[in-house]
């Protein structure tokens, strides 16, 4: 820590402000909103100081600086063209034990000044100590999200500390984004004088909510979730996620049960193509990852080719938040140098997969969306060459307090899931990982696993 965080009681105490232009007029506003008596020295004062110095508690003399204009202050700002005149008055400042700020000379400061966010009595102060004030900028307009305001005016900081600015100052683009800033900042005020803002451009949020814990959302997911006007969302996303999009969003159910689509996806994606054109932020909700089994990858190559600015939020998918909640280390370097992500979807009735591939040793096959074909994949898969002596698992609802996991060998896992008579979804995970859930189950579900078979 460089500087020591303080908020100074400076009512009715006297401040001395060196410097006539508008820098020195921010200063005098600054001190007189906690109430100082504020002395201004300026050899020629510009018309805001000017304007300033009208206030109650201003006193402005215009003349040269003298040395004894420090003395008896509780505080000094600085804020003057002149080079040598700054370094004098914090040199003279320094020796009486005054603070002194100096505009712009951050070596020639005792005390540097935050940003501050004034919902008196409630004051936030954000400081880098003077080595990135854009980040502060950001931090502090971050902060205003927090406070109550209309809705034009949350969405103008939201624009801004998740758009482009914020992503310029993080990837250390400092002018690139300070050009940007002042730029939405002049938009927006043409927007206020003119009186209404303009129809703001939509975007969509392709987000990964993982395969149903809440607790393994990213925090990227999380806050566009908050900032989301419509969700559009699958049968696999549990209402444990769903409570935490924007009480206000409007929700629209998507269905994408196996062979029942609500909507088909053609709908699904013309759907969101329409809303973010009326300038509706879409999140678009999918369990696990969007990009695993998800068709994400066809969704925004719809929007892509309409224009339609969208960013994309990874998940936790099935494979993995089953594979831990069921302790099951899928590449565990003593049974798996390899691991497969299939799906044991039919197409057509059949299903059409590199069966030899799959049957090799020494490695791991996770089965998405296999529970119905089972009977058929672990037959092919054994006629194939794979031992049916596998051990082998089926993780149905994973990750979510209903978690069962069923495990046994190969040829038998079939008969073992039709006795279970399993809801889903479920993930089949095959290879000699699976042992290892005997010593490294860990997650208790409120109900449903039964300790593996
Ligand atoms: C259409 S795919 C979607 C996969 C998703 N994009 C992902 O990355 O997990 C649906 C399949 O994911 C698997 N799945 C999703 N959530 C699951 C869960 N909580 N437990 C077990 N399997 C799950 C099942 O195999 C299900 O049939």
Redesign the pocket.
């Known amino acids: 820590m460089n500087h020591l965080p303080l908020f100074l009681e400076i009512k009715d105490r006297p401040v001395l402000v060196v410097g006539g232009g508008e820098a020195a007029a921010r200063r005098v506003e600054t001190a007189l909103k906690a109430g100082a008596r504020v002395t201004v020295v300026a050899t020629e004062a510009g018309p805001a100081l000017k304007e300033t110095a009208k206030r109650d508690g201003v006193d402005l003399e215009e003349r040269e600086f003298r040395a004894a204009d420090v003395e008896g202050r509780v505080l000094v700002f600085v804020a003057t063209g002149d080079d040598d005149l700054n370094r004098r008055v914090s040199s003279l400042a320094r020796d009486a034990g005054i603070p002194v700020n100096v505009a712009d000379r951050l070596s020639l400061c005792t005390f540097i000044m935050p940003a501050v966010i004034d919902r008196s009595p409630v004051l936030v102060a954000v400081s880098s100590g003077g080595e990135a004030p854009i980040l502060s900028r950001v931090l502090r307009a971050r902060l205003e999200t927090f406070v109550p305001a209309g809705i034009g005016r949350r969405r103008f900081w939201e624009d801004f500390i998740d758009g482009p600015i914020a992503e310029y100052i993080l990837a250390g683009q400092e002018d690139a984004a300070r050009n940007l800033l002042d730029e939405t900042l002049d938009k927006a005020a043409e927007e206020q004088k003119a009186g209404q803002p303009s129809n703001p451009e939509g975007e969509v949020y392709l987000v ?1 909510s ?3 814990d809440p607790d393994l959302l990213t925090f990227r997911a999380l806050r566009l979730m908050q900032r989301a006007d419509v969700v559009l969302h ?1 049968r ?1 996303v549990p209402d444990g996620i769903l409570d935490l999009v924007r009480r206000d969003a409007e929700r629209i159910f998507v269905g ?1 049960k ?1 062979g029942d689509h609500t909507l088909r996806q053609e709908e699904i994606s013309r759907l969101m193509i329409d809303l973010a054109r009326r300038g509706k932020r879409v999140l678009r909700l ?11 990858g066809e969704e925004i190559e719809a929007l892509s080719s309409e224009g339609i600015p969208f960013q994309v939020v990874p ?5 993995n ?2 594979a831990s909640y069921a302790g099951i280390p899928l590449t565990h370097r003593d049974h798996a140098q390899s691991c497969m992500f299939v ?3 039919m197409k057509d009735g059949r299903l059409d997969l590199n069966w030899r591939a799959m049957a090799q040793p020494s490695q791991t096959l996770v ?5 119905r074909s089972l009977p058929e994949f672990t037959k092919r898969l054994i006629a194939h060459g794979a031992d049916p002596a596998t051990p082998a698992a089926i ?6 307090d209903q ?1 069962q996991v069923i495990t046994g060998a190969l040829d038998g896992l079939a008969a073992l899931a039709a006795d279970a008579a399993l809801a ?5 995970i095959i290879g000699d990982v699976v042992t290892l859930r005997d010593k490294l189950s860990w997650f208790k579900p409120r109900a449903g696993d039964n300790g593996g078979g």
């Open positions: 990964g993982g395969p149903g699958d696999l994408k196996p999918k369990s696990g990852d969007p990009f695993v089994f998800g068709r994400g998940g936790i998918t099935a494979a938040g089953c799906t044991g979807h089965v998405y969306m296999g529970l993780v149905d609802n994973g990750t979510r978690q889903g979804p479920a993930t089949i």
